[in-house]
């Protein structure tokens, strides 16, 4: 599995379905993928990363987990947030779904 890439067993990556997000928590501060699930689908909307958790690949992380987390339910991917879309157009291979 590549650097980039996340495996659904990654303890530190997690689906908050209460509050529509995956999350990962370092140093007391939470980093968050929102989404909003539709019929058949998941809308990826908005990644937001706390400025002292920034540059140590977070986002890429959470991203890598909805898309591998949408595959395994079967979803159909929207990429609402600009990060996303960025994630998709350099990782095809783990976006089949979102087309």
Known sequence: MGADRIDLNEADVRDN???RRYEITREGRTAIL???????AI????T???PPLR???LAKR???F???DARGRGERVIP????VQAYIEKHPEEARRAE
């Open 80 to 83: 609402e947030c600009p990060f």
């Open 55 to 57: 540059a140590r690949g």
């Open 48 to 50: 937001f990363v706390p």
């Open 17 to 19: 379905p209460a509050a």
């Open 66 to 68: 909805a898309l591998a």
């Open 62 to 64: 959470l991203v890598a």
């Open 34 to 40: 929102a989404y909003r699930r539709e019929p058949g």
């Open 43 to 46: 809308a990826l909307v908005h």
